[in-house]
């Protein structure tokens, strides 16, 4: 089955910088990546995804790319805030038309942004 | 977006006791639904997909007669977690896919504690 390596476990930065997280799946069948952000005690939320026949995506301040070669993808913050402090998780999964396309969490990466 | 309301949010219960989660689709038919298990800082752990109207999928080391799902209708599915006992505890989280290539929403989550 697939698998999902996430890094880094924690990440702290100041205000206004960028964050990076990378992730790396096993499964070269996966298509689908999404981004979800969980902030404490609530459920995730969908702030950016990707499909593997596109190599990068923006959203404003959100950017996600992709290279399928090498098996890895990240999400690129630009100009943080602190509320973007938050738990991210990055997840992979195969999307056929008769796949359930469940998704494999990696294991989250904290992010602290301070003022 | 699409919305999925979960209930209860939170429930305490005593060691040997059932407790039923309870999760609605409001505005789609969920022909897909999945169930997640998350401990304290750690990722979310799928537990069992299903269809409505099918049995339930389990994951690997997930016990069937010790968490009963239920997907009778297309808006409607339930989790009892059966006779459960303090390593039960944990966020539980339901979600949804509308279609076969539509993103997963999440509900709320229901944070069970088993005294």
């Known amino acids: 089955g697939e698998n999902v390596e996430q890094h880094p476990s924690t990440l702290s930065v100041q205000e206004g910088d960028s964050a990076v997280i990378k992730c790396t799946y096993s499964d070269s069948a996966s298509n689908y990546f999404p981004w979800y952000k969980q902030e404490l005690g609530k459920r995730p939320q969908l702030i950016i995804d990707i499909r593997s026949n596109v190599g990068e995506k923006k959203d404003q301040r959100i950017a996600v790319t992709l290279n399928k070669t090498a098996k890895h993808f990240s999400l690129h913050i630009t100009e943080t805030q602190p509320e973007d402090s938050a738990v991210y998780f990055c997840?992979?999964?195969?999307?056929?038309?008769?796949?359930?396309?469940?998704?494999?969490f990696g294991a989250g990466t904290q992010v602290v942004v301070t003022p | 977006g699409a919305v999925v309301s979960q209930h209860p949010s939170w429930v305490i219960c005593k060691s040997g006791t059932s407790v039923k989660i309870e999760c609605r689709s409001l505005d789609f038919q969920a022909t897909t639904m999945f169930w997640y298990r998350q401990f304290p800082k750690q990722s979310l752990m799928l537990m069992a997909t299903s269809n409505e109207g099918s049995k339930a999928t389990y994951e690997q080391g997930v016990e069937k007669d010790k968490f009963l799902i239920n997907h009778a209708s297309l808006t409607l599915s339930t989790l009892t977690v059966t006779s459960a006992h303090p390593e039960d505890s944990s966020f539980y989280i339901c979600?949804?896919?509308?279609?076969?290539?539509?993103?997963?929403?999440f509900g709320n989550g229901t944070r069970l504690t088993v005294t």
């Open positions: 979600s949804f896919r509308a279609f076969i290539n539509s993103p997963l929403h």
């Open positions: 997840a992979a999964s195969m999307r056929t038309t008769d796949s359930w396309g469940k998704l494999q």
